[in-house]
């Protein structure tokens, strides 16, 4: 096991902005099926934490927000946030770009644990796309949304680019935040190009030419 004092590799206020874009979507996902300001902040906080507890238990570390209720107060001001100003958003709009952003973000924050905790580097890049990628299979399991995980957009291949961006990066030497930046910016262009002009991987069977 890591000594904590090893850990984290990237500053922590990285994984609560992760959280924190994670939570705005789960609250907006409430906000779409109209719910209370209870169940917001429940959507906001299991969107929020949901990828990196599967994370932390995967690779044997103390699962990050049960001994620091910080993660909790962020899922509330989300939930909040969302209360007050949804109706000031193009919701579907919102959720789609935030959900990018916390896809890109949170698939390096997830690498850069694993990597801290002494896991390999491509079993890394794997947690850092399961710590982006299944929070928000949660919130879409819970708002009875079909999950973009299950359309043909280019999502998992995101948090890939992004993780393992920054695994690479950080093999070669470039110091641990400026490989992040770089590996969440890779991802996100990634995303946000499929987004705004609709880029997709060949699909199985698909006719060539």
């Not at 959507?43 to 909790?72: E, M, Q, S």
Request: charge should be positive; glycine fraction near 12%.
């Amino acid at each position: 096991m890591i000594a904590p004092e090893s850990l984290p590799t990237l500053p922590p206020v990285l994984d609560y902005a992760g959280v924190t874009v994670f939570a705005l979507t789960g609250a907006l996902a409430a906000a779409r099926d109209r719910h209370d300001i209870i169940t917001f902040w429940f959507f906001a906080v299991v969107t929020g934490v949901g990828g990196g507890t599967l994370r932390d238990l995967l690779i044997g570390a103390p699962v990050f927000w049960v001994n620091d209720a910080t993660y909790l107060g962020i899922g509330l001001a989300a939930a909040l946030a969302v209360w007050f100003l949804s109706r000031y958003l193009e919701r579907a709009k919102t959720l789609i770009w935030l959900d990018a952003v916390g896809l890109a973000a949170y698939a390096v924050i997830g690498a850069a644990k694993a990597l801290a905790f002494g896991v390999g580097p491509l079993v890394s890049v794997a947690m850092g796309v399961l710590t982006a990628c299944f929070g928000g299979v949660i919130r879409d399991v819970l708002a009875v949304q079909p999950s973009a995980l299950l359309k043909r957009e280019i999502t998992i291949s995101a948090a890939l680019l992004a993780a393992g961006g920054f695994v690479a990066l950080n093999a070669i030497g470039v110091p641990a935040l400026w490989a992040g930046v770089l590996g969440a910016v890779a991802g996100f262009g990634l995303r946000a190009g499929a987004i705004h002009y609709g880029w997709a991987l060949p699909a199985f069977g698909a006719k060539r030419g």
